[in-house]
């Protein structure tokens, strides 16, 4: 009866353990990001390797937390940079009305096919004399009319 006695009381105490594990993996999976039923039953059953396992686990959480929060930096960077975009494009000015036989007999107006001239390669941002669209002070030629680039220090 005794030997009875010792047997159930350990397996009620190794219940009881387990049953701690599985509330210790549940909190720690819990604040980390994962399924908590998942880390009930892991707790339960792999103890303190499972538990040690979830401590050592990267927090999802946090990660996507910094995830949302460079993507928000992102997005506000491009709209700020879009902004000054638009505040560097060069404003048309109207030009008066010309007689429709003058727009038909004069073509359009365009600066030679001349290599454009600058000081100096530089990292800053250019406009095209050609088209005004802005680019890095490092190209060759520009993106969207091919009007060469030529460099005085080259």
């Known amino acids: 009866?005794?030997?009875?006695?010792?047997?159930?009381?350990?397996?009620?105490?190794?219940?009881?353990?387990g049953l701690l594990f599985a509330a210790m993996c549940a909190i720690v999976g819990r604040q980390k990001g994962y399924s908590t039923a998942l880390c009930i039953l892991l707790g339960f059953f792999?103890?303190?390797?499972?538990?040690?396992?979830?401590?050592?686990?990267?927090?999802?959480?946090?990660?996507?937390?910094?995830?949302?929060?460079?993507?928000?930096?992102?997005?506000?960077?491009r709209q700020r940079m879009a902004e000054l975009e638009q505040a560097l494009e060069p404003t048309p000015t109207p030009e008066p009305a010309a007689p429709a036989a003058d727009?038909?007999?004069?073509?359009?107006?365009?600066?030679?096919?001349?290599?454009?001239?600058?000081?100096?390669?530089?990292?800053?941002?250019?406009a095209c004399p050609r088209c005004g669209r802005h680019q890095k002070g490092n190209r060759d030629s520009c993106y969207a009319c091919g009007l060469p680039f030529r460099y005085e220090q080259e």
């Open 46 to 77: 792999g103890r303190l390797i499972c538990l040690l396992i979830l401590i050592l686990l990267p927090d999802r959480m946090q990660e996507q937390y910094e995830s949302d929060h460079l993507k928000q930096e992102l997005s506000s960077l």
């Open 103 to 126: 727009a038909q007999a004069a073509p359009p107006k365009r600066p030679p096919d001349a290599p454009a001239v600058f000081p100096a390669r530089t990292e800053e941002v250019i």
């Open 1 to 17: 009866m005794y030997h009875l006695l010792s047997v159930s009381s350990a397996m009620l105490i190794s219940f009881l353990i």
